[in-house]
Nanobody, 123 residues
Framework: VQLQASGGGLVQSGGSLRLSCVAS????????IGWFRQAPGKEREEVGC????????YYVDSVKGRFTFSRDNAKNTGYLQMNGLKPEDTAVYSC?????????????????WGLGTQVTVSS
């Protein structure tokens, strides 16, 4: 059972990146997918998540309108499209599976956590 985020890199302010969250050893379709980030010297913070029932999404205010979650269950992969990136988005981004999703508070009951990928946004 493994979960791995990838697709990070260095991008200029205003640029875009698409991160992937690939699952192996289990069916990602059974789980909501949560995305998180941790900047240097800061605590990990939630970015948001996507439901496994109807692809409903929940975003924290700081990324609303710029970030978009999606998923392709046939490829056992979730995606995080990040547009309009800002230097304050610089962090290690990771994904995790969750058993429950809510439009009010996102994902709960965590399952597997994946290794992260570094996103660096230059000013």
């Amino acid at each position: 059972v493994q979960l791995q985020a990838s697709g990070g890199g260095l991008v200029q302010s205003g640029g875009s990146l698409r991160l992937s969250c690939v699952a192996s050893g289990f069916a990602l379709a059974h789980y909501a997918i949560g995305w998180f980030r941790q900047a240097p010297g800061k605590e990990r913070e939630e970015v948001g998540c996507i439901s496994n029932y109807d692809d409903s999404t929940y975003y924290v205010d700081s990324v609303k309108g710029r970030f978009t979650f999606s998923r392709d269950n046939a490829k056992n992969t979730g995606y995080l499209q990040m547009n309009g990136l800002k230097p304050e988005d610089t962090a290690v981004y990771s994904c995790a599976t969750f058993l429950k999703y809510s439009d009010y508070n996102g994902c709960t009951l965590p399952g597997s956590w994946g290794l992260g990928t570094q996103v660096t946004v230059s000013s």
